[in-house]
């Protein structure tokens, strides 16, 4: 059974970078499938930050576009989210997440298997 | 930007049947799933491709998406329904979620 595991610091400063680390486990990133990062302010809803392909393609929110980098490891089956210059906005648990996308009739796109979250907080 | 748009919140009675819409501009072209949240955990999918049911998911969970409007039907809702739920879709290049309904079982 697939299990994602996300890691790193739970505290950050503000104009700091964020690195958060997805460890997969029992599937190997490099077989396939999109990977992402959604995350969850405190009392809100979830917004997606943006997502990997396994071959390293990516798509990213428009309104996180300018500070935020993903990237994957298959040697380590990892991916990574890097978010620059953050501020207390950042705040927020986040996720990864496999994603399902395709084509059947329409595209779909959907997100099937989730991580528990880690909890970051930007503060001085 | 794409935007999805849910009721902030639905009540129910036990063992009736709970309808939680999404709207969105032209929502029945693409794609809807929904998510379950319950407090302190991370989203689950109940709903792909508009009506289709992971595995390990009730019969009490449907879904449909027509014009510019996806519905998730939990009928005979319980008490463990209680969560909120979250629609999303995929609008080009974008993944988008909708703001969330929570969903009381009075």
């Known amino acids: 059974q697939v299990q994602l595991q996300e890691s790193g610091p739970g505290l950050g400063k503000p104009s700091e970078t964020l690195s958060l680390t997805c460890t997969v486990s029992?599937?190997?990133?490099?077989?396939?499938?999109?990977w992402g990062w959604i995350r969850q302010p405190p009392g809100k809803g979830l917004e997606w930050i943006g997502s990997?392909?396994?071959?390293?393609?990516?798509y990213y929110n428009p309104s996180l576009k300018s500070r935020v980098t993903i990237s994957v490891d298959t040697s380590k089956n990892q991916f990574s989210l890097k978010l620059t210059s953050v501020t207390a906005a950042d705040t927020a648990v986040y996720y990864c997440?496999?994603?399902?996308?395709?084509?059947?009739?329409?595209?779909?796109?959907?997100?099937?298997?989730w991580g528990k979250g880690t909890t970051v907080t930007v503060s001085s | 930007s794409y935007e999805l748009t849910q009721p902030p919140s639905v009540s129910v009675s036990p063992g009736q049947t709970a309808s939680i819409t999404c709207s969105g501009d032209k929502l029945g072209d693409t794609y809807a799933s929904w998510y379950q949240q319950k407090p302190g955990q991370s989203p689950v999918l109940v709903i792909y491709?508009?009506?289709k049911r992971p595995s390990g998911i009730p019969e009490r969970f449907s879904g449909s998406n027509s014009g510019n409007t996806a519905t998730l039907a939990i009928s005979e809702t319980q008490a463990m329904d209680e969560a909120d739920y979250y629609c999303?879709?995929?609008?080009?290049?974008?993944?988008?979620f909708g703001g969330g309904t929570k969903l009381t079982v009075l």
């Open positions: 999303q879709a995929w609008d080009s290049t974008t993944v988008v």
């Open positions: 029992a599937y190997s990133i490099s077989s396939g499938y999109y």
């Open positions: 990997i392909y396994h071959s390293g393609s990516t």
């Open positions: 997440a496999r994603q399902q996308s395709g084509y059947d009739s329409l595209y779909y796109y959907y997100m099937d298997v």
């Open positions: 491709q508009d009506s």
